[in-house]
Nanobody
Framework: VQLVESGGGSVQAGGSLTLSCVAS????????MAWFRQAPGKEREGVTA???????NYADSVKGRFTISKDIAKRTLYLQMNSLKPEDTAMYYC???????????????????WGQGTQVTVSS
């Protein structure tokens, strides 16, 4: 399973960014997938996840601001980030778990495939 993220960058607080993760059609249509982030000196945290049926799960810190979605035809998982805050600054990673239909978890121990990450920096 290969995952390739893009879309990171620098933005001012209140701005928006959309991250993309390219994967195979099989992965996107069958696996539960997620976005994680890790800030310097902090543990990696689950941001949001989606399963093959489109059910989603969000960390409380991003509810109402971030949206996960996927376009299987384009082989892409998205993370739309609005109302960005300086505390959203981190390296963001796309991850894939497996072909299991459950509420997609936000704990990284359930994810076995990882992208290389894309940096998001939010300035105040």
């Amino acid at each position: 399973v290969q995952l390739v993220e893009s879309g990171g960058g620098s933005v001012q607080a209140g701005g928006s960014l959309t991250l993309s993760c390219v994967a195979s059609e099989y992965t996107l249509s069958t696996y539960y997938m997620a976005w994680f982030r890790q800030a310097p000196g902090k543990e990696r945290e689950g941001v949001t996840a989606i399963n093959s049926r489109g059910e989603t799960n969000y960390a409380d810190s991003v509810k109402g601001r971030f949206t996960i979605s996927k376009d299987i035809a384009k082989r892409t998982l998205y993370l739309q980030m609005n109302s960005l805050k300086p505390e959203d600054t981190a390296m963001y990673y796309c991850a894939a778990g497996g072909p299991r239909n459950w509420v997609p978890p936000l704990a990284d121990l359930w994810y076995y495939y990882w992208g290389q990450g894309t940096q998001v920096t939010v300035s105040s």
